[in-house]
C-alpha cells in the first residue's frame, strides 16, 4: 500500500484509521459520510420529522397530561402565537404533583412550565447537545432557526441516532475487513 492509495480518518474515538483509496467508498468512506451527514441536529430532524406538539400556555395542566399520555411523548412546547414560551415535562408534571396534590391539574399550564428553555440549533452537533443535556439534566431540546421553533429533539432521539452511526460503521469495517 502506498501512500498515495491511503486515506486518513479518525474514528469516534479520534483514532486514526487508514483506509486503501479503492476500499474508501464502499467501506470506511460511505460511514464517514453517514456519520458527518448524522452527526447534526438537522439530520434526526430530517428522520424523525419537524412535527412538534404543543399547547398554550392557559390550557389546563390536565389537558396537557392527556396529550402526553395519548401521544406517547414526554414534553410538549409551550407556545402562544408561534412564540415559545415554556416547555412542560413529564418532570414538570410529577414534581408539581407532588408539591401541590391533583388540585393543580386544573391550573393553567403556564403555572407550571419550565419557563427558561434552552434550545438548539439544527446545525449543533450531536456530540454537544448530548453534553448540553447530560449537565442540563434535561431531555428534551426544542430547535430553533431565526427565532421559529422548527422542531423537537428528545435524548431518546439522539440515542437511536447514535446507535445507527455505530452499526453503520461497524457494518462497513467488517466489510472493509472482508476485502482486505
Sequence with gaps: MTAALVDRALNE??????????LTSRALGGANRFREATMTVRSILDTKGH?????????????????LAERKIG???VMNQGRLEG????????RVLGERGA???????GAVMTRKVVSCRESDTVAGIMEMMTLGKFRHLPVVEDGKVVGLI???????????????????????IKTA
Design 75 to 77: 414534553a410538549v412546547l
Design 87 to 94: 416547555i412542560l415535562s413529564e418532570r414538570d408534571i410529577v
Design 103 to 109: 388540585r393543580v391539574l386544573e391550573e393553567p399550564v
Design 154 to 176: 428528545s435524548i431518546g432521539d439522539i440515542v437511536k441516532r447514535r446507535v445507527q452511526e455505530y452499526e453503520t460503521e461497524q457494518e462497513a469495517l467488517r466489510d472493509y
Design 13 to 22: 474515538t479520534g483514532a486514526e484509521l487508514l483506509i486503501e483509496d479503492s
Design 51 to 67: 412535527q412538534i406538539e404543543s399547547v398554550e400556555p392557559d390550557a389546563k395542566l390536565s389537558a396537557a397530561v392527556k396529550i
